[in-house]
């Protein structure tokens, strides 16, 4: 089992930044591809961005340029940087651990990101 909490949440105006934290125990940190992804109301959940094992990285097109995903291996914690934020970036974010080894997944309770004016 994998026991993932999201933090970091919060009211922003557009233009401006927020970082979320995702903080994984129950397995091993290094072996877990972690992900964001975020589902809006009355939209079906949609992958943000990814980060491997090895630290290499992938993102939606959707938020390239203005999001960044990194890892802390010590601090078994992942985290999304989030700039430029926008109205459409409104959404519950989830944090997402894939044990590649196992095969299996599981999600964090979400945080709520809200760009407003």
Do not use: H
Request: with cysteine.
């Amino acid at each position: 089992q994998v026991q993932l909490v999201e933090s970091g949440g919060g009211l922003v105006q557009p233009g401006g930044s927020l970082r979320l934290s995702c903080a994984a125990s129950g397995s091993i940190f290094t072996r877990n591809v972690m992900s964001w992804y975020r589902q809006a109301p009355g939209k079906e959940r949609e992958l943000v961005a990814t980060i491997s094992t090895s630290g290499n990285t992938n993102y939606a097109d959707f938020v390239r340029g203005r999001f960044t995903i990194s890892r802390s291996n010590a601090k078994n914690t992942v985290y999304l940087q989030m700039n430029s934020l926008k109205p459409e970036d409104t959404a519950v974010y989830y944090c997402n651990a894939f044990r590649q080894f196992v095969g299996d997944s599981y999600w964090g309770q979400g945080t709520q990101v809200t760009v407003s004016s």
